[in-house]
């Protein structure tokens, strides 16, 4: 499936995953497409910052659906 | 092992599965009716005070909507610590463990920040509130320790409003021209929001009121080609700084933003990252001072709003023992974690007993990739400074 990559310019990046992909394995495919390095990626997905947990959590966990969209801050944020 | 959600009947990890179900009893967002009311609320409360004539400038509205911001915010509720506060506390508990483990070649010496009051997340905030908690400790400090900062926050209200009003506050930063791309993440609109904010959203907060934020940034030195200012670089620009997290990307052709490198602040083939980061805390709160007699001294320091992704917390001090024969320093933090109870920490400060385990955090636990500190400058800044300050920038550390 597909999912959509808005970073902080509005430029849009598309990104092929599984159900299975970690979220650090999308971080990688981010950077393909992107340049922009696995730890200074944050991302954003329905309001919700998405975490890389130990152990690898994936799309299915975070409940992400083909078209899905993601936006991607370069600024560190919490909560 | 995996367990099953009693709501949707999904079946996730046992690590994910009380966040998962607990989200089906979140709201993502605040009432949007409740937030587009107070809109209109300070839109008439600021028409009250326009004058009549159609002409008048955007500037003349900014000052109306503070006027009017200044009467609506509302004072944040927090529980007071007794016995001169929690720094106060911590100073003895400091000062006792110096007697009870002074060892023949061990030198310890603790610097803190002054008056700082805990504001501890509530069952409101919960899970997105630890920024703007922050934001009230160094506002708590600023008004008790710095008579300029007092006569400008908040319209010189005298106190630390709550998140709501914070959020307000921070809005009217933005449209006052405060971190434009940063604002742009949120749409320029915070109020009744959920969403986690940083060192950023900090700084354009109290930037706009004039004070002189600064924020620091610590990166692996694996990322040094990410940085347009590395030193040495062909094409490192010698002193401009850009904002905080916008990184060169390389890319075909492409050109990228920089900031400032402070070239001199590590060495990390000879220091671990973590020490790092600590020696650059002890720096900031000994004013760089070589030599520091042992003890316990409250400093004129602020505390330092302390980010990572996921959370932030406030650094209130640092502690450093001069160990052995070689006098290896060993540094620990000291913080305040907006996720601990206050009444748990003055209770463990007043009792001599566990309070270790709520303030002290060796360099073994700074795990995270990238860190982020914000410190705030003495003076006020205006005219060409203040508007400077709208841009946000940051000092790049090699972490």
Same mark, same amino acid.
């Given at each position: 499936?597909?999912?959509?990559?808005?970073?902080? &310019?509005?430029?849009?990046?598309?990104?092929?995953?599984?159900?299975?992909?970690?979220?650090?394995?999308?971080?990688?495919?981010?950077?393909?497409?992107?340049?922009?390095?696995?730890?200074?990626?944050?991302?954003?997905?329905?309001?919700?910052?998405?975490?890389?947990?130990?152990?690898?959590?994936? $799309?299915?966990?975070?409940?992400?659906?083909?078209?899905?969209?993601?936006?991607?801050?370069?600024? $560190?944020?919490?909560? | $092992?995996?367990?099953?959600? +009693?709501?949707?009947?999904?079946?996730?990890?046992?690590?994910?599965?009380?966040?998962?179900?607990?989200?089906?009893?979140?709201?993502?967002?605040?009432? +949007?009716?409740?937030?587009?009311?107070?809109?209109?609320?300070?839109?008439?409360?600021?028409?009250?005070?326009?004058?009549?004539?159609?002409?008048?400038?955007?500037?003349?509205?900014?000052?109306?909507?503070?006027?009017?911001?200044?009467?609506?915010?509302?004072?944040?509720?927090?529980?007071?610590?007794?016995?001169?506060?929690?720094?106060?506390?911590?100073?003895?508990?400091?000062?006792?463990?110096?007697?009870?483990?002074?060892?023949?070649?061990?030198?310890?010496?603790?610097?803190?920040?002054?008056?700082?009051?805990?504001?501890?997340?509530?069952?409101? &905030?919960?899970?997105?509130?630890?920024?703007?908690?922050? /934001?009230?400790?160094?506002?708590?400090?600023?008004?008790?320790?710095?008579?300029?900062?007092?006569?400008?926050?908040?319209?010189?209200?005298?106190?630390?409003?709550?998140?709501?009003?914070?959020?307000?506050?921070?809005?009217?930063?933005?449209?006052?021209?405060? &971190?434009?791309?940063?604002?742009?993440?949120?749409?320029?609109?915070?109020?009744?929001?959920?969403?986690? /904010?940083?060192?950023?959203?900090?700084?354009? @907060?109290?930037?706009?009121?004039?004070?002189?934020?600064?924020?620091?940034?610590?990166?692996?030195?694996?990322? =040094?080609?990410?940085?347009?200012?590395?030193?040495?670089?062909?094409?490192?620009?010698?002193?401009?700084?850009?904002? +905080?997290?916008?990184?060169?990307?390389?890319? =075909?052709?492409?050109?990228?933003?920089?900031?400032?490198?402070?070239?001199?602040?590590?060495?990390?083939?000879?220091?671990?990252?973590?020490?790092?980061?600590?020696?650059?805390?002890?720096?900031?709160?000994?004013?760089?001072?070589?030599?520091?007699?042992?003890?316990?001294?409250?400093?004129? =320091?602020?505390? @330092?709003?302390?980010?990572?992704?996921?959370?932030?917390?406030?650094?209130?001090?640092?502690?450093?023992?001069?160990?052995?024969?070689?006098?290896?320093?060993?540094?620990?933090?000291?913080?305040?974690?907006?996720?601990?109870?206050?009444?748990?920490?003055?209770?463990?400060?007043?009792?001599?007993?566990?309070?270790?385990?709520?303030?002290?955090?060796?360099?073994?636990? @700074?795990?995270?990739?990238?860190?982020?500190? @914000?410190?705030?400058?003495?003076?006020?800044?205006?005219?060409?400074?203040?508007?400077?300050?709208?841009?946000?920038?940051?000092?790049?550390?090699?972490?």
């Amino acid at each position: 499936m597909q999912v959509f990559i808005i970073d902080e &310019d509005g430029k849009k990046y598309c990104v092929e995953v599984e159900k299975t992909t970690t979220i650090a394995d999308m971080k990688t495919k981010i950077y393909d497409a992107t340049g922009m390095e696995n730890a200074y990626q944050y991302l954003e997905h329905r309001g919700k910052i998405v975490l890389e947990v130990h152990g690898g959590t994936t $799309m299915d966990d975070y409940k992400i659906k083909a078209c899905d969209i993601f936006h991607m801050s370069d600024r $560190m944020r919490g909560g | $092992m995996s367990a099953l959600c +009693p709501v949707c009947n999904l079946t996730l990890p046992l690590s994910l599965i009380q966040s998962h179900v607990n989200s089906h009893f979140e709201d993502d967002e605040i009432n +949007p009716q409740i937030e587009t009311d107070h809109h209109l609320a300070l839109q008439l409360a600021s028409d009250d005070h326009s004058s009549d004539d159609p002409s008048s400038s955007s500037s003349a509205s900014s000052s109306n909507n503070v006027a009017s911001l200044v009467q609506l915010q509302t004072k944040s509720q927090f529980y007071s610590v007794g016995h001169g506060g929690l720094i106060c506390l911590l100073r003895n508990c400091l000062e006792s463990e110096l007697k009870l483990k002074s060892k023949p070649l061990e030198c310890s010496t603790s610097l803190l920040s002054g008056f700082v009051d805990h504001f501890q997340s509530s069952k409101e &905030d919960k899970g997105w509130g630890c920024g703007w908690k922050n /934001i009230q400790m160094q506002c708590s400090h600023l008004l008790s320790h710095r008579e300029e900062a007092k006569r400008v926050l908040f319209g010189g209200s005298n106190f630390v409003p709550d998140i709501p009003s914070l959020q307000r506050w921070l809005e009217l930063a933005w449209n006052k021209g405060f &971190d434009v791309s940063g604002a742009l993440h949120f749409d320029n609109r915070i109020c009744g929001s959920k969403r986690w /904010i940083g060192t950023t959203e900090c700084a354009a @907060l109290l930037r706009s009121f004039g004070l002189k934020a600064r924020i620091v940034d610590f990166a692996p030195e694996k990322s =040094k080609s990410m940085y347009l200012s590395v030193p040495g670089s062909a094409i490192a620009p010698k002193v401009k700084s850009y904002g +905080p997290m916008d990184r060169y990307m390389v890319k =075909k052709g492409g050109s990228g933003k920089g900031k400032a490198v402070d070239s001199h602040s590590s060495n990390s083939s000879r220091i671990s990252k973590g020490a790092v980061l600590m020696e650059w805390v002890w720096n900031y709160f000994s004013d760089n001072r070589l030599s520091v007699s042992s003890g316990v001294h409250i400093t004129n =320091k602020g505390p @330092l709003y302390f980010q990572h992704e996921g959370h932030s917390r406030t650094i209130v001090g640092v502690q450093r023992r001069l160990q052995g024969t070689t006098f290896t320093p060993q540094y620990n933090l000291l913080i305040l974690d907006p996720a601990d109870f206050t009444r748990a920490i003055e209770i463990a400060l007043i009792e001599k007993r566990g309070w270790e385990g709520y303030l002290k955090r060796g360099a073994h636990t @700074l795990k995270c990739p990238e860190y982020q500190m @914000l410190y705030v400058d003495n003076g006020i800044a205006d005219g060409e400074e203040l508007e400077k300050l709208k841009t946000i920038d940051s000092h790049f550390v090699e972490f």
